[in-house]
C-alpha cells in the first residue's frame, strides 16, 4: 500500500472526498447567504433552519406519501423556498427599513422557533433516510473507493453552484440583482419591482440550503439541530472567503472543506476547530477576506 | 413672549434645575430598589435570587458593548464559560486560594481572552463582526469540549464556595447573597460611570456614526477594544460568581445558545438603557424558570424565540425603553 506521510493513500484520498464534499455543502450554503446578503444586506441566521427543513421534508414526505429522493430533490426546496417567501414576506419586510442587526436577530429568533417546535416532534435522537437502491455501492478506482453517492453530492452541488454563478453573472435576471445589490432605490426609480426582487432572492437562496439539505439526508444524521452547527462553520468560511463575490464563496467552501478533510486525516483532535483557525489567520493577515471587497 | 430677549443665565438655571430634579428622582427609584434587593432574600428563595442577579451582570456587561457602543457580540458566553470554569477549577484544586482570588483570577483570564477577541473581531465591522464572534466563541467552545479539566459533556461539579477573604462563610446561602449584591451594584455603578463619562459619549458617538466620529479625530478602534474588553471583564466575572453560586460549570454557558440568550435579556429589557438589561435578565430567567415547572418546559426554546421575533417587530425599545417614552409622551 502506497503511503502519503504515514498514511495509507486510501485512508487520506478517503478523507479527501469526504472533504471536498462537506466543502460542497459549505459551498452551497454560503453561496446561499451570499446571494441574500447581496440584496437584502442581512445575514440569514434562519439558513441552518432552512438547510434542516430541506432534510427534514425529505424524510416526512418519504415516510408519509413515499415520495422518492428525486421527486424530493425538486418539491423539498420547493416547499421550504415558499415557507422561506412567508417569512419574508410577513417578518422580514415589516423592518426593511430598520437597522440590520435587527433582521439579524429576527432570523435568529426564527430559526430558534423552528428547531425548538421540530425538536418536540422529532426528538433530537435523529431520522434515517435510506439511499436511493441506484447509489448504494461505489466505484474502485484503484487507489480508493468511491461510493457512487459521494460522487453524485459532488457532481451536483458543483454543478448547482455554477448554474447560480451562471444566472447571476450571465443572465438578464442576474443582472436586476446585481444592480439591485448597488444601489436598489435607483433600480425601483427605473420601474423594477423591487419588493418582489426582494422576496424571490430570499426564496432563492432559501431553496439553495433546502437543496443542500436534500443531498445530506442520505449521508448525514437528521436532526432538528443539524442546520445550527453547521451554519456556523458557514459563518467562519463566509469570513473567510468574504461576501463579495460568488466565485469566491464556492472557491472557499470547498478549499475549506479539503481543509478539514485533510486535518481529520493528520491531526483528528483540531479537525473541529480547523476552519475557526483559518479564519483567525486571515482576519490577522488579510481582514477583508480572501475575495472581500468590503472594508 | 417671543421678543423679548431671553436671558441666557435663566435658561442655564431653568436646565440645571430641572438636571437637579431629575437627579433626585433617579436617586429616589434607585434607593427604593435598593431597599428592595436588600430584603429580597427574606421573602425569596436566595439562590434563584443570585442566578438573577449574575444574569443581569452579564447583561449590564454586554450591553455595554452592544446598547452603548452598537457592536452585537455573538461570542459573550465564551466569557461567562471562562470566567467559571477558571474560577472552578482554581477554587476546586487549590484548597489555599480564598474564594475572591479565584473569582478575581477568572475575571483577569476572561479579560485577557477578550482582549484576543476584540483585536480579531474589530477588523470587521456589522454583520461580519456578529459573525466572527460567535465563529470564535465557537473555537472556545470546542477547546472546552476537549479540554480534561472542564470534565468535558459532564462539566464541573463541587466547586467548593470556600470563605470571602478567608473570613466569611459562602457556604451560608445569605451571607452569598450579600456578597453577590455587592458586587453587583458595584459593577453597575461602574458601567453607569463609565456611560456618563466623556469616554461614554466618543462610544454613543461611534455608535451613532462611526465614519463622524473617526472624521473627529477619534481612533475609534481603540475605544471599541476597550469597551470590548471590559464588556468581556464583567461577562467573566458573572460566570466566575455563577459557578461558585452553583459549585457548577458546565458546557451550557459556552454554548452559543447562551450567546443568544444574553441578546435577547438586553433586547427585551430595553438596550442602551442602563436598567434594561437588569430587567431583561429578571424577565428571562422567571420565564424560563416558570416554563420549566409547568406543562410547557419541553417549549421554552420555541418561546423564547417568539419573544426574540415579538421583540424585534414590536417593541424594539424593551420594556424599560418602552417604559420611558411613555413617560416622556404623557408625564415629561
Redesign the interface.
Known sequence: MSMVFGVPLAVLSGQLVIGIINGAFYALLSLGLAVIFGLLKIINFAHGAMYMLGALVTVVLFDLLSVNYWVALFVAPVLVGAFGLLIEYFLLRRIAGQDHIYSLLLTFGAALIIQGVLTNIYGVSGLRYSMPDMFKGGINLGFMFLPYYRAWVIVVALLVCFGTWFIIEKTKLGSYLRAGTEDSQLMQGFGINVPLLVSLTYGFGVMLAAFAGVLAAPIYSITPVMGSNILIVVFAVVVIGGMGSIGGAIITGILMGVIEGLTKTFYPPASSAVIFLVMVVVLMIRPTGLFGKEA | MMNQPVNPADIHKAIVEQQKIQDRKKLMVNGVLLLLLLAAPFVMYPVFLMKILCFALFAVAFNLLFGFTGL?SFGHAAFLATGGYTTGYLLSNFSGLTTEMGIIAGTAMATLLGLAFAL??I??????F???T???A??VF??FV?SEFTGGEDGMHGIPRGELFGLINLEDNLNMYYFVLVVFITCYLLVQRIVGSPYGQILKAIKQNEPRAVSLGYNVDRYKILAFVISAALAGLAGSMKSVVFQLASLNDAH?HMS?EV?LMT?VGGMGTLLGPVVGATFVVNIEYLLSQGPLR????????????LT??AF?SGIVGEIQKFIKKNLG
Not at chain 2, 477588523?123 to 461580519?128: E, K, M, S, V
Not at chain 2, 419541553?298 to 421575533?309: A, E, M, N, Q, S
Open positions: 452585537l480579531l473581531s477588523r470587521r465591522q456589522g454583520i461580519y456578529a459573525m466572527v460567535l465563529a470564535l465557537q473555537l470546542f477547546f476537549q452559543w443568544g441578546i433586547l419541553d417549549w421554552v426554546d420555541p418561546i423564547l424565540g417568539g419573544t426574540f421575533v424585534v417587530l424594539r
